[in-house]
């Protein structure tokens, strides 16, 4: 699913009605609605403002949203045929193709599509029975890890161009490993964060977020502010999670001024979103009723 040349599809239109497919496609979608929506987020986008970016709103992460839902099915039944990388990838590229018209031009979701987009295969994979999100992160890792990992960078993309300059893995080697910061922190975070506050999904969607934020080496980061506006927006992140995180009184307000340094700074933790929203969808297929 990395935007790079990739053979033609030759396993046939997925049926996008079928049921698991649909379902999982369903939960991808809200689980970048929920990422949007989530706020304050440092420097991204939600329906308060658009963060550190100029060139898209919440109206063009919704329009984006909508546009790869489908592929998210086709993905899903192409993990249950047992399809290869190439076959994902393929997908992925139609994906991309939808997003960009939906958004005219805009990237909105491209790393999401390559996350997201392999835990639904994953899903396809492992069926409709009992799984844990660890356990689903994993097995991306066990059935294309060593595809993914052997792949080179995006010649194109920004998060591709600071992974090769700054020597950091990016989002490759995490899909690579089977997710290992989601099954570690994002997750657990997640959890923490709904006994925080059980009454208010936003607020541990914030926790998850700046625990990931705390410890991610963040492509998007990297490209915006260089290694010094990595080592900023990470310390923020400890800070407000050493200080009891929305746990403490007046954690919004705080939140809040991390939010709006990072928007002075124009920095984007773009990688972190993508992971907010693989934790959510991971803990959503866990979790369905």
């Given at each position: 699913m990395h935007p790079s040349p990739a053979p033609a599809r030759d396993d046939g239109?997925?049926?996008?009605?079928?049921?698991?497919?649909?379902?999982?496609?369903?939960?991808?979608?809200?689980a970048l609605i929920a990422e949007l929506e989530t706020w304050p987020k440092?420097?991204?986008?939600?329906?308060?403002?658009?963060?550190?970016?100029d060139d898209m709103d919440a109206g063009t992460l919704r329009a984006s949203a909508?546009?790869?839902?489908?592929?998210?099915?086709?993905?899903?039944?192409?993990?249950?045929?047992?399809?290869?990388?190439?076959?994902?990838?393929?997908?992925?590229?139609?994906?991309?193709?939808?997003?960009?018209?939906?958004?005219d031009?805009?990237?909105?979701?491209?790393?999401?599509?390559?996350?997201?987009?392999?835990?639904?295969?994953?899903?396809?994979?492992?069926?409709?029975?009992?799984?844990?999100?660890?356990?689903?992160?994993?097995?991306?890792g066990r059935r294309w890890g060593p595809v993914i990992g052997g792949a080179p960078t995006s010649p194109t993309s920004?998060?591709?161009?600071?992974?090769?300059?700054?020597?950091?893995?990016?989002?490759?080697?995490?899909?690579?490993?089977?997710?290992?910061?989601?099954?570690?922190?994002?997750?657990?975070?997640?959890?923490?964060g709904r006994t925080r506050a059980p009454m208010d999904p936003v607020a541990a969607r914030v926790d998850c977020f700046f625990a990931l934020l705390a410890v991610v080496d963040d492509t998007n980061l990297l490209h915006r502010g260089g290694t010094d506006g990595l080592n900023a927006a990470r310390a923020a992140a400890s800070v407000f999670a050493a200080t009891g995180g929305?746990?403490?009184?007046?954690?919004?307000?705080?939140?809040?001024?991390?939010?709006?340094?990072?928007?002075?700074?124009?920095?984007?933790?773009?990688?972190c979103a993508d992971l907010l929203a693989t934790t959510l969808l991971l803990d959503a297929l866990e979790n369905r009723a």
């Open positions: 239109q997925v049926a996008r009605d079928d049921g698991w497919p649909r379902q999982v496609a369903s939960l991808a979608h809200d440092p420097g991204l986008v939600s329906p308060v403002d658009s963060g550190s970016h909508a546009a790869i839902r489908p592929f998210f099915a086709d993905l899903v039944a192409a993990g249950t045929r047992g399809a290869t990388m190439e076959h994902l990838r393929a997908i992925g590229l139609e994906a991309e193709a939808a997003m960009m018209d939906a958004t031009g805009v990237n909105a979701h491209r790393g999401a599509i390559f996350s997201l987009g392999l835990i639904c295969a994953a899903a396809g994979v492992t069926g409709d029975g009992p799984c844990t999100g660890e356990a689903l992160a994993l097995a991306v920004h998060g591709g161009r600071a992974a090769r300059r700054y020597g950091v893995g990016g989002a490759s080697a995490e899909a690579a490993a089977g997710f290992p910061t989601v099954r570690v922190v994002g997750l657990p975070a997640l959890r923490l929305v746990s403490a009184a007046g954690w919004r307000d705080r939140a809040l001024d991390v939010h709006r340094a990072f928007v002075a700074a124009r920095l984007s933790p773009g990688g």
